[in-house]
């Protein structure tokens, strides 16, 4: 992974952070994408100690325009990315599919599903004409099976799903990868945003259990990143010890 370029959507937080963190330990040079141009400053601070290049890319994944242009204004020496990281993402709210707020809905679909499409078909063309690439989607347990509560997250994960196994079909004759990886309970902000900043609640989601962590998801992604050309790990389910499926966890 020395010297690889890796663009991660959603650095600022959680796997994301993670992801910054190892693949910058191994080498890689990275353009890491978040809203907070604080957070994002402060990371690439940190990250100084890998003595790796870091360029920052402030954009919200939703505003297609504001995208291009981010994207289009890569000077020439980074404009050639190997890694495609799309892992921003969030859910709002545990409502039922008939009594939720539509405009929030709206969120969560235009950054999880129309973010991450507005990434693939913005990157993945010069991927293509360089013939070298992969696409590393976060994915989720929640894209396979709907929970009470999780109705529209659930559907735009199934979705993250349907868009990996899509462009795979789409690029089997050329020699670029395509990943989807779907962890179960991850102890990010991600139960913190979903709740509204309600910590109290967020926390209680990991009451009882040793979640997965960030860093345990950007293993698995550097992984996959790592793997020999000829290998493909198309799908990967990783869950904590302590979960079964997206609905079954054992609690002490
Ligand atoms: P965090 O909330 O910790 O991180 C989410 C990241 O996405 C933040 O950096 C956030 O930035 C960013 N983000 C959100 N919306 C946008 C946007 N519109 N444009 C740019 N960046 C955005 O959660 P996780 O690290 O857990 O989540 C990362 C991914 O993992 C998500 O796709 C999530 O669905 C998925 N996932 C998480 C699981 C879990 O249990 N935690 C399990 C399975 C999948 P900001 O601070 O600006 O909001
Ligand atoms: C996040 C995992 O189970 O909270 O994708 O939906 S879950």
């Not at 994301?16 to 353009?31: D, Q, V, Y």
């Not at 000077?75 to 709002?92: F, M, Y």
């Not at 868009?163 to 989807?180: A, C, E, K």
């Amino acid at each position: 992974m020395k010297d690889k370029l890796v663009l991660i959507t959603g650095a600022t937080s959680g796997i994301g952070e993670s992801c910054a963190r190892k693949f910058a330990a191994m080498g890689s040079r990275l353009i890491l994408n978040g809203r907070n141009v604080e957070k994002l400053k402060q990371l690439q601070h940190e990250l100084e100690a890998y003595d790796v290049p870091v360029w920052l890319l402030p954009f919200d994944v939703r505003d297609r325009d504001v995208v291009k242009q981010a994207l289009d204004s890569l000077p020439e020496a980074w404009r050639h990315i190997d890694i495609l990281i799309n892992n921003a993402g969030l859910v709002l709210g545990m409502d039922k599919e008939h009594e939720g707020d539509l405009d929030e809905w709206d969120v969560v679909i235009d950054t999880n599903v129309k973010g991450l499409l507005s990434m693939t078909r913005l990157v993945v063309p010069g991927m293509v004409a360089r013939g070298c690439g992969h696409i590393i989607n976060i994915g989720s347990i929640a894209g396979d099976v709907a929970y009470a509560g999780g109705s529209v997250y659930c559907a735009t994960k199934a979705a993250v799903k349907a868009l990996s196994d899509g462009l795979r079909i789409d690029l089997v004759d050329t020699p670029l990868r395509v990943t989807n990886i779907k962890p179960g309970m991850v102890e990010t902000n991600f139960s913190v945003v979903r709740f509204r900043g309600d910590q109290r609640k967020a926390d209680a989601v990991y009451a009882g259990i040793q979640p997965l962590t960030g860093d345990d998801i950007a293993d698995v992604v550097y992984y996959a990143a790592s793997a020999p050309a000829h290998v493909q790990i198309a799908e990967v389910l990783v869950v904590p010890t302590c979960q079964a499926t997206g609905t079954v966890c054992h609690r002490r």
